[in-house]
């Protein structure tokens, strides 16, 4: 049986812990900690197709790819089912009448030796210098006709030799014949690699599994004279290469990118990874220049096997050396990780050496993020619903969202800007709004442009390409806010964007999978089965994402579903069986939930209306605008019985409403001539003016009913100025200046106190109107027509007020003729709604193993 330090798989290690197979970090695996590039599942994909055929015996075109990548002739490349199989049919290929290896070194080249039937000598390499190769050694060991393996870089002393010291030991020794294993040289910078200027005595081993982390798959190659390479193939089995290697491995040759990257990211780690170790004390790490460090202990009474035994009960397995010749029990190999992960080795390796650190090392604040397959597929009410849980079972939480694209904000008590959907999750938590919880926010004011507010402030309006350019600089001020925020908290409920999906946004992502690495949150990811395809939608997602974002994924929601949950039993191991990866729950679909919609997407799909009444009701018609913000000022309504709330797209959706709201806007000079190319002025006009009903403008609705609006500084056109809808005698100037701040003010007509808040660059002034409403300060907010049925305020969220919003509903039935009611019907109290999502939620949710998962 395989030695558990001697570099066990995951299943024996598990076994061996006591411990899931996903909880041990495996260190005595040497793979690039990058995981597989992106482009390796769908090329994998792609060819099972051609598993139904033969794979090519040559594997020309992959001997053609090495060739280029190694600038040899085609004629002096050998591929092999990994290099191992190369190594084992070296000696047997060969006319060589013993092998020469220095130690310690990989232990397969004295394995396949013995097994050739060939008598193996070896030449020790010294600790006292430090494990260097010592080519004078070497070169007083042969004897002529002699097969010597060297590796390079070193395995497990990562060290690596002068290559013109071998080139020149090899052209003073024709008769002898050398094997250079370069598996590790893509890991190694500025490496003169033995493929070039090689003598005639000297193949050259190289892998692609450990760069490219592919173990699985065994693919290597060797560079080395055509008769060589012909008598290896002589003995070597047919279709030794299968289909899907030989498709992988032409991607991977072609792709330098990736290697070099990895190879930076290597050598950062190490480096930091070295001075962590050397701080423990009593250890000697030796230099290595791979993706590995030789470590060997200086403690009296403390062997190797005992670190990896107590290392093991904390998930983590090293490499014990004692089975390489040369070294003994004193002596372990690690590979070289993520920043994290290594991190974690190192208190792992403090505690079982018995080391107090210096200060105390805070634990990660608990962390999950919700994802979706798409927009819209109930990110934002899982993330508040799972607040409130976490609320209701006694943690201290808050909501965390990078990049929130919205019309829909409000302003916080030291009047930041932040989107809406945070403000609501924050609500979850009984906690006041605050920035940092959506860091960047971005309001769309064209087809492909956004204003973008950093941490509740504007910085400016930007395109697509802008922002993506600029999205780099705010990183770290995403970093700082989290930090911050999780901090003050037990646990941090994060919400992705959009789809991790999107290929095409990957590479300069800040909000999905870039921010749950940062935050070490694990990922569940949620599918709208009312949408249909929700299975694909998982599936197909993890397809496309990169090893180590798939790595985060902790499983899947299914959200609004309605039905009976058993037809969903193959559906769920189907997934579970492509993706590795359970279904977490379903939760049913809410129909009168009660909290704001995530986005404008609902209110333009229709989503935002009232149920059919069973009493004569009053009716609002809110103005669909192209841009429209903050249309949440209008959610109180809908749990106004006597309200139907209606939403209009053009003039022949306008029958007789007892009132038209046009609602705030992000683009007030293109929203006012929508209006006016669509018919809705002259249809409004006509209401307003024969009818009486009543108009009332919320912000950017508020500008348009003026006469006149200004954009000298070009915030939303050209610099245009446009005549207004023209209801009432005012004027707007679009400054530079954005006015953030909320607000308490007194309804003059009828006494009440209203609260809000405003968000605006417009100033307006009016000529001769009286006030609407009047600030605490004394200034005005708004203003009326003398018989008060024309109307605006910049003031958002004025209809949240329930004495108001009954008061405004009790002047329209009577208009209408119906009776008022004179009280509050409906209270526009988000608590109830907060708590009967979590109990929903709770009750759809595996929430045991959710609270293991986030570590609770």
């Not at 030796?286 to 062997?303: C, E, H, K, M, Q």
């Not at 909000?511 to 749950?516: D, F, K, L, S, Y």
Request: aromatic fraction near 8%; hydrophobic fraction near 40%; charged fraction near 25%.
């Amino acid at each position: 049986m395989r030695d558990f330090a001697h570099g066990g798989n995951l299943a024996y290690l598990s076994g061996i812990a006591g411990l899931p197979e996903e909880e041990i970090l495996d260190f005595s695996a040497n793979i690039n900690p990058l995981g597989p590039p992106d482009w390796l599942r769908p090329v994998v994909s792609s060819a099972l197709g051609s598993l139904v055929h033969y794979p090519d015996p040559d594997a020309s075109k992959l001997t053609a790819a090495a060739s280029r990548r190694y600038r040899v002739p085609k004629e002096q490349v050998l591929v092999g089912n990994g290099s191992t199989e190369i190594i084992h049919l070296l000696p047997r290929a060969l006319n060589v009448s013993r092998v020469l290896v220095p130690v310690p070194t990989y232990s397969d080249y004295q394995s396949y030796a013995d097994s050739a039937g060939l008598a193996v000598h070896t030449v020790a390499l010294q600790e006292s210098a430090g494990f260097e190769l010592d080519f004078k050694r070497l070169r007083a060991g042969l004897s002529g006709g002699d097969l010597v393996f060297l590796c390079r870089p070193n395995n497990p002393t990562g060290l690596v030799f002068d290559a013109n010291e071998l080139r020149q030991t090899a052209l003073d020794n024709p008769s002898s014949f050398f094997v250079v294993d370069e598996a590790f040289r893509d890991f190694v910078s500025d490496l003169d690699g033995l493929t070039d200027n090689r003598p005639c005595n000297v193949a050259v081993l190289l892998s692609l599994t450990k760069i490219f982390a592919i173990p699985g798959l065994r693919l290597g190659c060797a560079v080395a004279e055509p008769d060589v390479v012909t008598a290896v193939r002589r003995i070597q089995p047919y279709w030794s290469v299968n289909g899907i290697a030989q498709a992988v491995g032409e991607a991977a040759l072609g792709d330098s990118e990736y290697v070099e990257r990895s190879r930076q990211y290597v050598a950062r780690q190490r480096e930091r990874l070295t001075e962590d170790l050397e701080s423990i004390g009593g250890l000697t790490v030796y230099p290595g220049r791979a993706n590995f460090l030789l470590v060997r202990i200086d403690r009296t009474g403390v062997s190797a096997r005992t670190t990896a035994e107590k290392m093991l009960r904390d998930g983590i397995a090293i490499r014990l050396c004692e089975n390489f010749q040369g070294l003994d029990d004193r002596f372990f190999r690690m590979a070289v990780r993520t920043r994290n992960e290594n991190m974690r080795f190192c208190e792992s390796l403090r505690r079982a050496l018995g080391v107090e650190r210096r200060g105390t090392v805070k634990r990660s604040t608990p962390a999950l993020m919700f994802q979706g397959t798409s927009s819209n597929a109930g990110k934002s009410v899982m993330t508040a619903a799972l607040c409130r849980i976490l609320l209701q079972d006694g943690y201290r939480v808050a909501p965390f969202k990078a990049q929130n694209m919205s019309l829909n904000s409000f302003v916080t008590r030291d009047g930041g800007e932040m989107g809406r959907a945070q403000v609501v999750q924050a609500q979850a938590c009984r906690l006041d709004p605050d920035v940092r919880m959506n860091p960047v926010l971005l309001k769309p004011n064209s087809d492909t442009g956004s204003q973008v507010i950093v941490m509740g402030k504007p910085v400016a309006n930007m395109d697509v390409f802008d922002y993506v350019k600029y999205k780099s600089t705010v990183v770290d001020t995403v970093g700082r806010a989290y930090d911050s925020l999780a901090a003050e908290h037990d646990a941090i409920v994060l919400e992705g964007a959009g789809s991790p999906a999107e290929v095409n946004l990957k590479h300069h992502d800040i909000v999905n999978m870039h921010m749950a690495k940062y935050a070490k949150a694990r990922v569940l990811l949620v599918g709208d089965i009312d949408r249909g395809g929700v299975f694909a939608s998982f599936v197909g997602t993890m397809e496309v994402l990169a090893e180590w974002e798939r790595s985060l994924v902790a499983g899947f929601v299914v959200n609004r579903f309605r039905g009976n949950q058993d037809l969903l039993h193959d559906a769920h191991e189907y997934v579970r069986r492509h993706t590795g990866r359970p279904v977490l729950g379903v939760v049913p679909y809410f129909h009168d939930l009660g909290l704001p919609e995530e986005d404008s997407v609902s209110f333009k799909e229709g989503l935002f209306k009232n149920p059919t009444r069973s009493e004569e009701c009053v009716e609002i018609a809110v103005v669909d605008l192209p841009h429209i913000s903050n249309f949440t000022d209008f959610d109180a309504f809908l749990i106004e019985p006597d309200v139907r709330l209606k939403k209009v797209r053009r003039a022949e959706d306008l029958d007789n409403p007892d009132a038209i709201i046009i609602p705030g806007s992000k683009n007030v000079i293109g929203d006012l001539e929508h209006l006016r190319n669509h018919g809705l002025e002259a249809k409004i006009g006509e209401l307003t003016q024969v009818r009486g009903t009543e108009l009332v403008g919320i912000c950017g609705g508020f500008q348009m009913i003026g006469s006149r609006i200004a954009d000298p500084h070009g915030l939303e056109s050209d610099g245009k100025t446009l005549p207004g809808l023209d209801f009432l005698p005012m004027t707007t100037v679009l400054e530079l200046e954005k006015t953030l701040t909320l607000v308490s003010a007194t309804h003059l007509e009828s006494g009440l106190t209203v609260r809000g808040y405003e968000i605006h660059h417009g100033q307006t002034e009016s000529m001769g109107l009286a006030p609407l409403l009047e600030h605490e300060s004394g200034r005005s907010i708004g203003v009326k027509s003398p018989d008060g049925r024309l109307w605006g305020t910049y003031i958002h969220g004025i209809f949240d007020s329930d004495e108001f919003r009954r008061w405004f509903i009790d002047r329209l039935r009577s208009r209408r003729g119906l009776p008022e009611k004179g009280r509050i019907v409906a209270r526009y109290n988000l608590e109830p709604a907060f708590d009967r999502l979590a109990d929903a939620v709770r009750n759809s949710l595996d929430m045991g193993l959710i609270y293991k998962i986030m570590g609770l």
